[in-house]
């Protein structure tokens, strides 16, 4: 059982471009979250998704930043006009339900984002 | 919200040592506890977990224990290794998960 595919691992992109991280969580896992890390810090929640719906944003930026999980296919987190305070590593998990009771998280490699 | 206060490092200890990584936490209701390792370039990995009060989580000679009374999660190992080397980072929550600042851990042969 392939664990959570985050891609890509490493982005580089200019000031003003956008950026597109995707993650396919675990067989089976239809609950997704992202977490940011900014350099020497710990992991800060983003947003909580499952399947066509966004069930907690409270973390995400208000500008930019967008993220979805289909029907089909993978997570993807979008961030547009990218700024050098992007820069970060961007995690990605996935449960498989998202319950009150804890239903542990499982967590990709990351996609450590650059902007120049 | 919910919080989490980990020790700071970095912590450099020689091989063999006690360690003891402390973690106190503020929350509402009953989240669960974690604590995650992250090795260089790499991402978290779930070291141990307690799900409610008075549980103990154990891995790899590591230990943990939920205490409601001081709201702790102090991180234990009675003797380290080089390969324990790593950030460690303590965690509250629930569906959404709170982590605190992570602990730099190097250990010395």
């Known amino acids: 059982n392939a664990g959570v595919m985050q891609n890509p691992r490493h982005l580089v992109r200019r000031r003003g471009q956008e950026a597109r991280l995707r993650c396919s969580p675990m067989?089976?896992?239809?609950?997704v979250y992202w977490y940011r890390q900014l350099p020497e810090e710990g992991l800060k929640f983003m947003v909580y998704?499952?399947?066509?719906?966004?069930?907690?944003e409270s973390g995400m930026p208000k500008e930019r930043f967008s993220a979805e999980f289909p029907k089909e296919g993978p997570s993807i987190l979008r961030i547009q006009q990218v700024v050098r305070g992007d820069s970060a590593a961007y995690f990605c998990a996935s449960s498989l339900s998202g319950d009150r009771s804890y239903n542990e998280q499982f967590f990709g490699p990351g996609t450590r984002l650059t902007v120049l | 919200g919910d919080s989490v206060t980990q020790m700071e490092g970095p912590v450099t200890l020689s091989e063999e040592a006690f360690l003891t990584i402390n973690c106190t936490y503020t929350?509402?209701?009953?989240?669960?506890l974690f604590w995650y390792v992250q090795y260089p370039g790499e991402g978290l990995q779930l070291l141990l977990k307690a799900t409610k009060a008075d549980d103990k989580g154990s891995n790899k000679g590591f230990e943990a224990t939920y205490r409601k009374e001081t709201t702790s999660f102090h991180l234990e190992k009675g003797s380290v290794q080089v390969s324990d080397s790593a950030v460690y980072f303590c965690a509250v929550g629930t569906s959404k998960i709170i982590f605190g600042s992570g602990t730099r851990l190097s250990i010395r042969p």
């Open positions: 929350a509402t209701g009953y989240p669960s």
């Open positions: 067989k089976g896992h239809s609950h």
């Open positions: 998704l499952q399947k066509e719906n966004i069930i907690d």
